[in-house]
């Protein structure tokens, strides 16, 4: 079985800030990693995700990325928070076994303040 | 391309009632799912398909159907609808890669009283 832990379901950060939200996956083949994002009263955008090769991906909106195959993570990381940044982020896995299911982690509310 | 579309935007149905949600998309992806979404508990998988004719069970699949006639469509039906079946249905497609990242329909709110 896969499963994917966000541990905080909110993360509050100062504008300009550098923000890390967290993602933690368990999968039995291989994980094809995805984080997404929701804004207030709309469907999921894809941000970024990890396939294969460097561990350090980079996404839309300055978002990055870095896989960590002996720690199982996949924390989402932006070096300079914005205000607009604000909106609830979902952590996602794949397993190379079943490629057709995804899991999602329950989400994290980040909120940038000016 | 419209994307993934999802109708209706909203639902009102008695408990015991029947419906279909219906999700369609035009970019011939392989890969379909319905996801319902509920405070502090993420995304949850009902139902997935990875190709026409083909569909299996996700995460909660008691009390929904699903079938792929066709590669475009694919609609979730509630069977007798109760109020914990209240929530916000999405449904999202993707290419048939483990890699796919998937397209999300805006989504349909379903109240059940």
């Known amino acids: 079985a896969q499963s994917v832990a966000q541990p905080e379901d909110q993360v509050n950060v100062a504008e300009g800030n550098p923000l890390t939200v967290k993602c933690t996956y368990s999968?039995?083949?291989?994980?094809?990693l995805f984080w997404y994002v929701q804004y207030p009263n709309r469907g999921l955008q894809f941000l970024l995700k990890?396939?294969?090769?460097?561990?350090l991906v980079k996404g839309s909106y300055g978002f990055e990325a870095e896989f960590n195959k002996s720690q199982t993570s996949f924390h989402l990381k932006k070096p300079s928070a914005l205000v607009s940044d604000s909106a609830l982020y979902f952590c996602?896995?794949?397993?190379?076994?079943?490629?057709?299911?995804?899991?999602f982690g329950d989400g994290t509310t980040l909120t940038v303040k000016p | 391309n419209a994307g993934v579309t999802q109708t209706p935007k909203f639902q009102v149905l008695k408990t015991g009632q029947s419906m279909t949600l219906q999700c369609a998309q035009d970019?011939?992806?392989?890969?379909m799912s319905w996801y319902r979404q509920d405070p502090g508990m993420g995304l949850r998988l009902i139902h997935y398909?990875?190709?026409?004719?083909?569909?299996d069970q996700g995460e909660v699949p008691n009390g929904y159907n699903v079938s792929r006639s066709t590669t475009e469509d694919f609609p979730l039906r509630l069977l007798s609808a109760a109020p914990s079946q209240t929530s916000v249905y999405f449904c999202?497609?993707?290419?048939?890669?483990?890699?796919?990242?998937?397209?999300f329909g805006p989504g349909t709110r379903l109240t059940v009283l």
């Open positions: 999202a497609s993707s290419y048939g890669l483990a890699g796919g990242s998937q397209f």
């Open positions: 999968v039995s083949g291989n994980p094809y």
């Open positions: 990890y396939i294969t090769g460097d561990n």
């Open positions: 996602a896995v794949r397993d190379d076994t079943n490629a057709g299911k995804s899991t």
């Open positions: 970019m011939n992806h392989e890969y």
């Open positions: 398909s990875v190709g026409a004719g083909i569909t």
